[in-house]
């Protein structure tokens, strides 16, 4: 068997361990290990490799922005700010049919600006949202379908921890690709609202209208969602323009948000001890799963697998768009099956050298980033698409009572919102680019 044969082999047998519930960071491990054996043919080339990817994982500059953006989340959701910013979206929007879930996607736009975690985001909001959506009588399947779809946010609006795998793995401007996503952030919580429009036109008996605040106290509520507003500038505009590196600004932000809940009162010592350690528990996930993904990526870059698969379709003469389009489609169905990280650390050094042989009439970068932007925004619509989607397994665990059989319904609504921006963003690239 050559190792090209060896390297193809390798994607059914890790499907496979993913399908019998293995974890996708050990899954990833196991085939890079075992994959590394066979084509170097003894152990010392494992070991050497298993030492050196452990140590520049763990002790990467680059990624130590991770954990810190995981405490700026945990640090928000303590400082009350997921309150704050349902009760003033809640304020402008909840006297228009289907408001206060309108009202929940745009809290969660807002937190997804401080928090870089779409699971984060979707329980957060959750336990604001969700009580207020059942108390005006939506019904629980359509409500538990409005935070899944809304915590995606939580990805899309940088800052993002996807994105900033993304940016390292393909060696692009962290800030560039946070601007990038910005616009087409924006359009998804209008796209969601949309749908929720629609849907509330259509089940006119989905929900109840709260009465129409005075401007004053509309204001008011505006004001007090100030933290987030000042956390966000100085972290992403402090990257943008050279203040600090994304490392640095993530630590500002971290620190913005953990002022702000000390002043609210949210952060004691208890509660920075739960913080620092539910944020040690998900960087030791993350990073588990990059350095399954490192060892993984090194077998495969033995075998020669990404450029032998670029050459191919390179040579085959398809039109660029047609292979973008199989990408992205890709990328869907696997979202049904994996996390969005998995699935970036797993795809992205054998799709990305393709993508980027492709002409678009877009520069390198340009392509770089398009593309990024665009499988962000698939990865999130598979984290609401049936039958797995993370986020809908959260939110539901949130409201036992509700079916998960009416919140698959109620969420395609949201899905097809989804389909219908990456349309849109594939045909017209310069939506995504005109801000860097």
Same mark, same amino acid.
């Given at each position: !068997?050559?190792?090209? %044969? ?21 899954? !990833? ?23 050196? %990817? ?16 995981? &405490? ?8 009350? $700010? ?50 207020? =959506? ?51 952030? &924006? ?17 006119? %008996? ?23 507003? =000042? ?27 953990? =002022? ?7 952060? *004691?010592?208890?509660?920075?001890? @739960? ?24 077998? &495969? ?37 994996? @996390? ?6 797993? *795809? ?30 698939? +990865? ?9 989607? !993370?986020?809908?397994? +959260?939110?539901?665990? !949130? @409201?036992? %009572?509700?079916? $998960? ?12 919102? @989804? ?5 849109? =963003? ?11």
């Amino acid at each position: !068997m050559t190792n090209l %044969e060896l390297g193809l082999l390798s994607f059914p047998v890790l499907l496979l361990m993913i399908f019998l519930r293995a974890p996708i960071g050990l899954a !990833m491990m196991i085939c890079g290990i075992g994959g590394l054996y066979m084509v170097t043919g003894g152990p010392n080339m494992v070991l050497a490799k298993l030492k050196s %990817e452990s140590f520049s994982t763990f002790s990467s500059y680059s990624l130590s922005i991770i954990p810190i953006f995981l &405490l700026m989340g945990q640090f928000a959701t303590l400082g009350g $700010m997921s309150q704050a910013l349902f009760r003033a979206a809640e304020s402008w929007l909840g006297h228009r049919r289907g408001g206060v879930a309108m009202a929940s996607i745009g809290a969660c736009a807002g937190f997804g600006a401080i928090c870089g975690s779409s699971l984060a985001t979707a329980a957060t909001m959750s336990q604001v949202a969700l009580p207020e =959506l059942k108390r005006n009588g939506y019904p629980g399947g359509f409500s538990t379908a409005t935070l899944a779809a809304g915590g995606t946010l939580g990805i899309l609006i940088p800052p993002s921890v996807v994105l900033v795998i993304y940016a390292i793995l393909t060696e692009q401007n962290i800030a560039k690709l946070f601007l990038a996503a910005f616009v087409p952030g &924006l359009l998804a919580a209008l796209g969601y609202m949309i749908a929720v429009s629609i849907y509330v036109r259509r089940h006119p %008996e989905a929900g109840g209208t709260l009465p129409r605040q005075p401007y004053l106290q509309r204001f008011r509520a505006l004001l007090d969602v100030w933290p987030v507003l =000042l956390v966000f500038v100085l972290v992403v505009g402090g990257i943008y323009l050279g203040w600090f590196t994304p490392t640095e600004g993530a630590s500002v932000g971290a620190a913005g948000t953990g =002022l702000i809940a000390l002043a609210n009162g949210g952060l *004691t010592w208890r509660t920075l001890r @739960d913080s620092i350690l539910s944020t040690a528990q998900s960087t030791a996930m993350i990073f588990f799963i990059v350095l399954g993904a490192g060892l993984y990526n090194s077998f &495969l870059a033995l075998t020669q697998v990404p450029q032998n698969l670029s050459e191919f379709v390179i040579g085959q003469g398809f039109s660029p768009w047609l292979v973008l389009v199989l990408i992205l489609l890709f990328y869907l169905v696997l979202g049904c099956l994996m @996390d969005s990280l998995s699935m970036i650390l797993l *795809t992205i050094p054998i799709f990305f050298p393709v993508v980027s042989q492709l002409d678009f009439g877009l520069t390198p970068e340009q392509v770089a980033i398009w593309f990024g932007i665009l499988v962000l925004i698939v +990865v999130e619509v598979g984290l609401i698409t049936p039958p797995v989607g !993370m986020n809908l397994f +959260v939110i539901n665990s !949130m @409201d036992r %009572e509700t079916p $998960m059989s009416a919140t698959y319904a109620a969420v395609l609504w949201f899905v097809g919102s @989804d389909l219908i921006r990456v349309a849109i =963003l594939v045909m017209f690239p310069a939506i995504t680019l005109f801000l860097i």
